[in-house]
């Protein structure tokens, strides 16, 4: 019961904001992580620019994965909602 109170008093552009906030960070986060390790190895092991680009490589597949399984599971979330919308709809006209 506490958490329908909750998404009642929560704007209307909360969820939007998380659900790009999330998106963005599965884009940003490991292609970010993996310039850094990418830079690092090559120096190291002086092998520019081989290991930066497998490392954006990774990164980039990690990221696709991510945003996949977040996509999926909004949308299931969504469907979720949209069931139980409709069947308290047909519940209230059942009533009348």
Same mark, same amino acid.
């Given at each position: &019961?506490?958490?329908?109170?909750?998404?009642?008093?929560?704007?209307?552009?909360?969820? @939007? &904001?998380?659900?790009?906030?999330?998106?963005? @960070?599965? =884009?940003?986060?490991?292609?970010?992580?993996?310039?850094?390790?990418?830079?690092?190895?090559?120096?190291?092991?002086?092998?520019?620019?081989?290991?930066?680009?497998?490392?954006?490589?990774?990164?980039?597949?990690?990221?696709?994965?991510? =945003?996949?399984?977040?996509?999926?599971?909004? &949308?299931?979330?969504?469907?979720?909602?949209?069931?139980?919308?409709?069947?308290?709809?047909?519940?209230?006209?059942?009533?009348?």
């Amino acid at each position: &019961m506490e958490k329908k109170n909750n998404e009642k008093n929560t704007p209307w552009w909360q969820p @939007g &904001m998380v659900l790009f906030i999330k998106l963005s @960070g599965w =884009i940003a986060g490991p292609i970010i992580i993996a310039l850094f390790i990418g830079k690092w190895l090559d120096k190291k092991y002086h092998t520019e620019p081989w290991l930066f680009l497998l490392t954006v490589g990774i990164a980039f597949l990690f990221s696709t994965f991510g =945003i996949v399984y977040d996509s999926i599971k909004e &949308m299931k979330k969504i469907d979720k909602e949209e069931k139980q919308n409709q069947n308290s709809k047909g519940k209230s006209q059942n009533l009348k």
